[in-house]
């Protein structure tokens, strides 16, 4: 989205959207799936488990923490990544309220 066409839109509406842009690529799912289930995490841990190459592994890595999804702490020679919790709050808290929206209404096309 241009910035000239951000402006137009809230700031929740805006951050939710780049979230969902990180969130829509499958490799990005799988890392994120993975990071739940190990808590951190090198960029070479996720290339063993996932079928990419590491340049493609950091391209993703990157997008997440460029959206807010993931943190990186510097570990010597290495980022260790973790999934940053406040932003699967703002997610869930997005996806809960459009729920509960609509759930209170019953006309549906």
Do not use: W
Not at 9 to 26: F, R, V
Not at 33 to 61: F, K, M, R, W
Not at 75 to 97: A, Q, R, T
């Amino acid at each position: 989205m241009g910035a000239t066409k951000t402006e137009h839109y809230t700031d929740s509406q805006n951050e939710i959207a780049i979230l969902a842009k990180a969130l829509g690529h499958p490799a990005r799912i799988a890392i994120l799936q993975y990071l739940a289930t190990v808590n951190t995490c090198i960029c070479g841990d996720i290339v063993n488990e996932l079928p990419l190459s590491q340049p493609t592994v950091s391209q993703h890595l990157k997008e997440l923490k460029n959206a807010g999804l993931i943190k990186g702490n510097i570990e010597g020679n290495s980022i260790c990544y973790c999934i940053d919790e406040n932003s699967l709050v703002k997610i869930k808290n997005f996806i809960s309220g459009i729920s509960t929206e609509i759930l209170k209404t019953s006309n549906c096309c």
